[in-house]
């Protein structure tokens, strides 16, 4: 029971009226305009015969008096015990018979039954509201002692802010399925009529910062029906049974009110593989997933319930509740593309003053990869700037030094780095941008930069001319090189390399594992997969797990992956030695200015000698590559109209989920060190 509904219900009433009650039978008996005098004082005023009239009220032994005097005082007294009232009583006789006192008399009030029964429930009342107060003071704790088995979930109200599709952007495929839900929800006799069902669930799973809940509050703004929302993290707690509990009370909600929405945030909090766990059978996690899986889909199939979850490890969800009949579609939310980007920015740019000369497009354009929360970080650190500044409006320069803090942090303006250590950043980024100019296949130099930010004591920024879903062969082995540039340039001039290049050796490390064993780009491995993916979903799994090839197996693959490094090192200190005046003229402007921009890189590698295309690579000598061109198709739309001969593009590879990413910077990492 809740004190809070106590006091909002006609509980209130009730206990006013009670109080009322109680208060005028109390004091409806009291003698009003009586002055209290002790006893003795009384006695004294009988003994002196100051009494002009006087009342002896039986079973209270109260004494009320007139006395003798113009202003006629009353008073009134206790006696004490029996003997006392009657020795009370016959000298107010006396002084009645002597003249001396006017009258007396003697009254017995009635008992008041109805008074003492609610007098005597008092005192239980009194600690029954305590005892409630305790109970919500710890509820508002956080505790929820007397609601811990209750689900938590939030109804969203008509009170609550709306949030639409037309505030979401970027993701235009997701917003027509749950659209088709909100319709079906409005109107159910349209898809009734072609015997269609609606989804008893959505899952929308991606990258984090792609909008997953964004789109969850969208529907809940959109349908106009009851939405319940709770994370997953919500339902279990320290007592056994309570997250099933918990699962059974929201559903039960949801039913009463049908048709209604149910949103769980993060399911894989309880929808993980079951089984796998170091906990055993009895998993109060595994209880409150089996509840859910009976709740989605089992004997009681009421309906008019429609679940929608969001997650971002897919892969670690029980198949039992992705089947149909449970999960019936499930919607990928990625990483926007440069349209996806560009509507995202315009969203994001509501309200906020940009400046005229401003092209979103040209922003969406430096910024591939970025998801939908980082778009909106650059334009709130943008707006952060501008106001830093006291300008009026967001320009250019805001908006690029708003990617550059949410890609690489913001700028260390207290870090002094004495001339040799900028010397051997300016070689060590120099090196880098200079092999991705001379590398057909490496995306275009955008920016490079020798002052600190975040980690880096320097950057060079590449970015591809449009979004890239897959990669060939020579376009890894170009990332390679373009990776190992910095190390190569500090060797090259320096003869004595530093720290600096750890985390380019990192990445390139794990780039050429990746071609090793993922992609099958090895002509001693071929075309098979080693390994597992690295996302395992429990600690109980990876001790269970044993590696799936051999040692020999793993000796090739550590030689595969040392001679792509050593090929692609030895191919950057080439390059560098073919180029060095170029590489010296590119440190000296970047000594003097400290960043250069795109037109200013372009202007000193006009003199910079290309590399040629890669031969043509099958795996195998026995696998030559065919001498027929593939076929040229119309382009679509007048996009891609110069990719390809005769106004056509060429059909190439299909991009596979094991891809590997494009080559461009991600927001909080920087691209080199």
Request: aromatic share 6%.
């Given at each position: 029971m809740n004190i809070k509904s106590v006091f909002k219900g006609p509980w209130l009433w009730i206990i006013l009226i009670a109080g009322v009650v109680i208060g005028v039978l109390t004091f409806s008996g009291s003698a009003d305009g009586y002055r209290e005098v002790k006893t003795a004082t009384m006695v004294g005023y009988f003994d002196d015969a100051k009494v002009k009239e006087v009342t002896f009220v039986d079973g209270d032994q109260e004494i009320r008096a007139t006395l003798k005097g113009d202003k006629e005082d009353k008073v009134k007294a206790t006696w004490l015990g029996q003997d006392q009232g009657s020795q009370l009583v016959t000298q107010a006789q006396e002084l009645v018979n002597d003249d001396k006192?006017?009258?007396?008399?003697?009254?017995?009030?009635?008992?008041?039954?109805?008074?003492?029964?609610?007098?005597?429930?008092?005192?239980?009342?009194?600690?029954?509201?305590?005892?409630?107060?305790?109970?919500?003071?710890?509820?508002?704790?956080?505790?929820?002692?007397?609601?811990?088995?209750?689900?938590?979930?939030?109804?969203?109200?008509?009170?609550?802010?709306?949030?639409?599709?037309?505030?979401?952007?970027?993701?235009?495929?997701?917003?027509?399925?749950?659209?088709?839900?909100?319709?079906?929800?409005?109107?159910?006799?349209?898809?009734?009529?072609?015997?269609?069902?609606?989804?008893?669930?959505?899952?929308?799973?991606?990258?984090?910062?792609?909008?997953?809940?964004?789109?969850?509050?969208?529907?809940?703004?959109?349908?106009?029906?009851?939405?319940?929302?709770?994370?997953?993290?919500?339902?279990?707690?320290?007592?056994?049974?309570?997250?099933?509990?918990?699962?059974?009370?929201?559903?039960?909600?949801?039913?009463?009110?049908?048709?209604?929405?149910v949103f769980i945030d993060e399911i894989d909090a309880v929808g993980r593989h079951r089984g796998t766990g170091m906990g055993g059978g009895h998993d109060e996690r595994e209880q409150t997933l089996n509840q859910l899986l009976v709740e989605m889909d089992g004997f009681d199939v009421r309906g008019g319930v429609i679940l929608i979850a969001a997650t971002n490890r897919p892969d670690v969800l029980d198949p039992a509740l992705l089947r149909p009949g449970r999960f019936d579609r499930q919607i990928a939310v990625e990483a926007p593309d440069l349209a996806g980007r560009t509507q995202i920015l315009k969203v994001h740019a509501r309200g906020k003053p940009i400046a005229p000369g401003v092209d979103l497009e040209a922003v969406a354009r430096r910024t591939p990869g970025f998801s939908g929360a980082d778009l909106a970080n650059v334009l709130n650190e943008a707006a952060l700037l501008t106001a830093r500044s006291s300008a009026t409006t967001i320009d250019d320069a805001s908006l690029d030094e708003a990617i550059d803090r949410v890609i690489s942090g913001p700028q260390k303006r207290t870090r002094l780095m004495n001339e040799h250590?900028?010397?051997?950043?300016?070689?060590?980024?120099?090196?880098?941008?200079?092999?991705?100019?001379?590398?057909?296949?490496?995306?275009?130099?955008?920016?490079?930069?020798?002052?600190?930010?975040?980690?880096?004591?320097?950057?060079?920024?590449?970015?591809?001319?449009?979004?890239?879903?897959?990669?060939?062969?020579?376009?890894?082995?170009?990332?390679?090189?373009?990776?190992?540039?910095?190390?190569?340039?500090?060797?090259?001039?320096?003869?004595?390399?530093?720290?600096?290049?750890?985390?380019?050796?990192?990445?390139?490390?794990?780039?050429?594992?990746?071609?090793?064993?993922?992609?099958?780009?090895?002509?001693?491995?071929?075309?098979?997969?080693?390994?597992?993916?690295?996302?395992?979903?429990?600690?109980?799994?990876?001790?269970?797990?044993?590696?799936?090839?051999?040692?020999?197996?793993?000796?090739?693959?550590?030689?595969?992956?040392?001679?792509?490094?050593?090929?692609?090192?030895?191919?950057?200190?080439?390059?560098?030695?073919?180029?060095?005046?170029?590489?010296?003229?590119?440190?000296?402007?970047?000594?003097?200015?400290?960043?250069?921009?795109?037109?200013?890189?372009?202007?000193?590698?006009e003199a910079l000698t290309m590399r040629e295309i890669r031969p043509a690579w099958t795996g195998s000598e026995n696998r030559l590559p065919s001498t027929q061109p593939p076929i040229v198709v119309p382009a679509r739309n007048g996009s891609h109209a110069d990719a390809g001969p005769e106004d056509g593009i060429v059909v190439g590879p299909d991009s596979g989920s094991d891809a590997p990413p494009a080559d461009q910077p991600q927001p909080g990492e920087s691209p080199t060190n």
């Amino acid at each position: 029971m809740n004190i809070k509904s106590v006091f909002k219900g006609p509980w209130l009433w009730i206990i006013l009226i009670a109080g009322v009650v109680i208060g005028v039978l109390t004091f409806s008996g009291s003698a009003d305009g009586y002055r209290e005098v002790k006893t003795a004082t009384m006695v004294g005023y009988f003994d002196d015969a100051k009494v002009k009239e006087v009342t002896f009220v039986d079973g209270d032994q109260e004494i009320r008096a007139t006395l003798k005097g113009d202003k006629e005082d009353k008073v009134k007294a206790t006696w004490l015990g029996q003997d006392q009232g009657s020795q009370l009583v016959t000298q107010a006789q006396e002084l009645v018979n002597d003249d001396k006192m006017t009258s007396y008399n003697v009254k017995v009030p009635p008992k008041n039954t109805l008074l003492s029964v609610l007098l005597s429930f008092l005192p239980f009342v009194i600690f029954i509201l305590i005892f409630l107060w305790l109970m919500n003071s710890m509820q508002g704790g956080g505790g929820r002692v007397m609601q811990f088995a209750k689900s938590k979930a939030k109804l969203m109200t008509k009170d609550t802010p709306q949030t639409t599709f037309a505030d979401v952007a970027g993701c235009d495929e997701a917003i027509e399925e749950l659209g088709e839900i909100k319709e079906f929800l409005q109107e159910p006799a349209k898809f009734q009529a072609v015997g269609a069902k609606i989804p008893k669930g959505v899952l929308l799973y991606g990258p984090p910062g792609t909008g997953k809940t964004l789109l969850a509050r969208a529907v809940a703004g959109e349908a106009g029906v009851p939405f319940y929302s709770i994370s997953g993290s919500d339902f279990v707690e320290m007592f056994v049974g309570v997250g099933a509990s918990r699962v059974r009370d929201l559903f039960e909600q949801a039913k009463d009110n049908a048709p209604a929405i149910v949103f769980i945030d993060e399911i894989d909090a309880v929808g993980r593989h079951r089984g796998t766990g170091m906990g055993g059978g009895h998993d109060e996690r595994e209880q409150t997933l089996n509840q859910l899986l009976v709740e989605m889909d089992g004997f009681d199939v009421r309906g008019g319930v429609i679940l929608i979850a969001a997650t971002n490890r897919p892969d670690v969800l029980d198949p039992a509740l992705l089947r149909p009949g449970r999960f019936d579609r499930q919607i990928a939310v990625e990483a926007p593309d440069l349209a996806g980007r560009t509507q995202i920015l315009k969203v994001h740019a509501r309200g906020k003053p940009i400046a005229p000369g401003v092209d979103l497009e040209a922003v969406a354009r430096r910024t591939p990869g970025f998801s939908g929360a980082d778009l909106a970080n650059v334009l709130n650190e943008a707006a952060l700037l501008t106001a830093r500044s006291s300008a009026t409006t967001i320009d250019d320069a805001s908006l690029d030094e708003a990617i550059d803090r949410v890609i690489s942090g913001p700028q260390k303006r207290t870090r002094l780095m004495n001339e040799h250590e900028r010397l051997v950043t300016a070689y060590h980024e120099g090196g880098h941008a200079l092999v991705a100019a001379a590398l057909p296949q490496s995306d275009p130099v955008h920016k490079i930069t020798i002052l600190p930010r975040g980690r880096a004591l320097g950057y060079t920024m590449v970015l591809p001319d449009e979004d890239k879903y897959s990669q060939t062969r020579a376009e890894l082995l170009d990332k390679l090189a373009y990776m190992l540039g910095g190390r190569a340039a500090e060797e090259l001039v320096f003869h004595n390399p530093t720290t600096g290049a750890g985390n380019d050796i990192e990445k390139a490390t794990s780039l050429a594992r990746a071609m090793v064993t993922q992609y099958g780009m090895s002509e001693r491995i071929g075309a098979v997969r080693f390994g597992e993916d690295n996302g395992q979903p429990f600690l109980g799994r990876d001790i269970g797990h044993s590696r799936n090839y051999s040692e020999e197996i793993a000796a090739t693959i550590d030689d595969e992956i040392s001679a792509l490094i050593a090929h692609a090192h030895q191919e950057a200190f080439d390059i560098l030695v073919e180029n060095r005046e170029v590489l010296d003229t590119l440190v000296r402007e970047l000594m003097e200015k400290e960043t250069l921009d795109k037109a200013q890189v372009a202007r000193i590698f006009e003199a910079l000698t290309m590399r040629e295309i890669r031969p043509a690579w099958t795996g195998s000598e026995n696998r030559l590559p065919s001498t027929q061109p593939p076929i040229v198709v119309p382009a679509r739309n007048g996009s891609h109209a110069d990719a390809g001969p005769e106004d056509g593009i060429v059909v190439g590879p299909d991009s596979g989920s094991d891809a590997p990413p494009a080559d461009q910077p991600q927001p909080g990492e920087s691209p080199t060190n």
